[in-house]
């Protein structure tokens, strides 16, 4: 029999992986709906974008590592349905691949706006290869840029952009840049940080309308009726997750895959990982989806040895996220979801500060700006549950280094 995984991404590729050097010698079959080999996306907004990477530096693994660990990769091909009956996918070629545990790292997709004009010439998201491409292709002749999402890919691209000759300008809905994702004290940093830069940083203020002319975009109306002019308009409003195949096959969904603790669905042989799952969370208390290199991969690894070696073991793997933005770089350790207290260290005038997020009296979490050592401290403190308070960290001497040794 076979392990099928549905999705080419960080999370299908490391399972693959993860699953032949777990010592699993049976059938792999990785099926991925792109054309391309399966590749890195965090360059996507960096370093491809700006011609510092090829697609080759870009790819997860060489194309001749596939075949000579006998994992099947088909490229361009796309999974349209799943007969939990007869333990089978269904392939958009016509093919059928009988499997014995099937993976579902189907990952996520752009969320598309409900704004009129969004499907003008030179309105784009960024989520893919071909996105990547066709962005790199236009910042070239582009005079005026047009972020809408003030996440991490919307503020990587604005950073990568903004230049003398280019106007740069970022809409966000919310009153604060990367609200779901970090505290407000990193907030109020990055959002003065990208000012300083250039990048007109508009909060509370979405896109209500692209404005063209001859199919082409050529500005952008805000919802305070205010046009900004744009001859290049990335959307990074976020995304959902890509759950219609799961759906069709009558496994629970609702804002993901849903899984239980060891990541298997409703039907014990089928498993979810990576951008499209939601899980329930120890760190976070709730169920809950991450989009994240760590969670993709550390659920894949998980994945490999609950097939290669069942133990129903829970995933509890400490989550932890960056993000590069020219020079600031963005290191969190843990979770800041509900948090209820922060505390500084450092000063954010220095450009070196992180701040530790505290629920209940209790660490848990810890954003790093240009401070790598202190996010390191963090991940051991927190990877071992240490019951440290603000007054802890706060304290005259306290040093994160001495106490994570």
Same mark, same amino acid.
């Given at each position: 029999?076979?392990?099928?995984?549905?999705?080419?991404?960080?999370?299908?590729?490391?399972?693959?992986?993860?699953?032949?050097?777990?010592?699993?010698?049976?059938?792999?079959?990785?099926?991925?709906?792109?054309?391309?080999?399966?590749?890195?996306?965090?360059?996507?907004?960096?370093?491809?974008?700006?011609?510092?990477?090829?697609?080759?530096?870009?790819?997860?693994?060489?194309?001749?590592?596939?075949?000579?660990?006998?994992?099947?990769?088909?490229?361009?091909?796309?999974?349209?349905?799943?007969?939990?009956?007869?333990?089978?996918?269904?392939?958009?070629?016509?093919?059928?691949?009988?499997?014995?545990?099937?993976?579902?790292?189907?990952?996520?997709?752009?969320?598309?706006?409900?704004?009129?004009?969004?499907?003008?010439?030179?309105?784009?998201?960024?989520?893919?290869?071909?996105?990547?491409?066709?962005?790199?292709? +236009?910042?070239?002749? @582009?005079?005026? %840029? &047009? $972020?809408?999402? #003030?996440?991490?890919?919307?503020? =990587?691209? !604005? /950073?990568?952009?903004?230049?003398?000759?280019?106007?740069?300008?970022?809409?966000?809905?919310?009153?604060?840049?990367?609200?779901?994702?970090?505290?407000?004290?990193?907030?109020?940093?990055?959002?003065?940080?990208?000012?300083?830069?250039?990048?007109?940083?508009?909060?509370?203020?979405?896109?209500?309308?692209?404005?063209?002319?001859?199919?082409?975009?050529?500005?952008?109306?805000?919802?305070?009726? +205010?046009?900004?002019? @744009?001859?290049? %308009? &990335? $959307?990074?409003? #976020?995304?959902?997750?890509?759950? =219609?195949? !799961? /759906?069709?096959?009558?496994?629970?969904?609702?804002?993901?895959?849903?899984?239980?603790?060891?990541?298997?669905?409703?039907?014990?042989?089928?498993?979810?990982?990576?951008?499209?799952?939601?899980?329930?969370?120890?760190?976070?208390?709730?169920?809950?989806?991450?989009?994240?290199?760590?969670?993709?991969?550390?659920?894949?690894?998980?994945?490999?040895?609950?097939?290669?070696?069942?133990?129903?073991?829970?995933?509890?793997?400490?989550?932890?996220?960056?993000?590069?933005?020219?020079?600031?770089?963005?290191?969190?350790?843990?979770?800041?979801?509900?948090?209820?207290?922060?505390?500084?260290?450092?000063?954010?005038?220095?450009?070196?500060?992180?701040?530790?997020?505290?629920?209940?009296?209790?660490?848990?979490?810890?954003?790093?700006?240009?401070?790598?050592?202190?996010?390191?401290?963090?991940?051991?403190?927190?990877?071992?549950?240490?019951?440290?308070?603000?007054?802890?960290?706060?304290?005259?001497?306290?040093?994160?280094?001495?106490?994570?040794?």
């Amino acid at each position: 029999m076979s392990t099928v995984i549905v999705g080419a991404g960080q999370a299908g590729v490391h399972l693959a992986v993860s699953l032949r050097q777990a010592g699993y010698a049976e059938r792999i079959v990785l099926i991925g709906d792109e054309p391309a080999l399966p590749y890195q996306r965090p360059p996507l907004s960096k370093a491809f974008l700006l011609g510092a990477a090829t697609e080759e530096a870009i790819q997860l693994r060489p194309e001749s590592f596939y075949p000579s660990e006998s994992i099947d990769l088909l490229t361009g091909e796309r999974a349209t349905g799943i007969d939990l009956a007869t333990a089978c996918v269904q392939l958009a070629s016509g093919t059928r691949i009988a499997w014995e545990h099937l993976v579902l790292a189907t990952g996520a997709r752009p969320r598309t706006l409900g704004v009129p004009g969004k499907s003008l010439d030179g309105v784009l998201p960024l989520r893919s290869l071909a996105h990547a491409r066709e962005l790199a292709r +236009r910042i070239g002749t @582009a005079r005026h %840029v &047009v $972020v809408v999402g #003030g996440g991490f890919i919307g503020l =990587e691209f !604005a /950073a990568a952009v903004a230049r003398d000759g280019i106007t740069t300008t970022l809409l966000e809905g919310a009153d604060r840049l990367m609200g779901r994702a970090v505290t407000s004290p990193v907030s109020r940093f990055f959002a003065e940080s990208h000012r300083a830069r250039g990048v007109e940083v508009r909060l509370g203020v979405a896109a209500a309308e692209f404005l063209g002319v001859r199919g082409r975009v050529t500005a952008v109306r805000a919802t305070d009726g +205010r046009n900004h002019p @744009a001859d290049l %308009v &990335v $959307v990074g409003a #976020g995304v959902t997750p890509d759950t =219609e195949l !799961a /759906a069709r096959a009558g496994l629970p969904t609702g804002d993901g895959i849903l899984v239980d603790e060891t990541l298997r669905t409703a039907d014990e042989r089928v498993f979810a990982i990576g951008d499209c799952a939601r899980f329930p969370s120890t760190h976070a208390g709730t169920l809950l989806r991450l989009e994240s290199v760590q969670n993709a991969t550390g659920q894949a690894a998980h994945v490999a040895r609950e097939i290669v070696a069942p133990g129903r073991c829970p995933y509890q793997a400490l989550p932890w996220f960056w993000s590069d933005q020219k020079g600031l770089r963005l290191q969190i350790a843990g979770l800041t979801h509900r948090h209820d207290e922060t505390a500084l260290l450092g000063d954010p005038d220095s450009g070196r500060f992180s701040v530790a997020a505290f629920r209940n009296g209790r660490l848990v979490a810890l954003e790093a700006v240009n401070r790598p050592a202190d996010y390191q401290a963090a991940r051991r403190l927190l990877s071992r549950g240490a019951a440290l308070t603000a007054s802890d960290v706060t304290a005259p001497g306290f040093s994160l280094k001495t106490a994570a040794a």
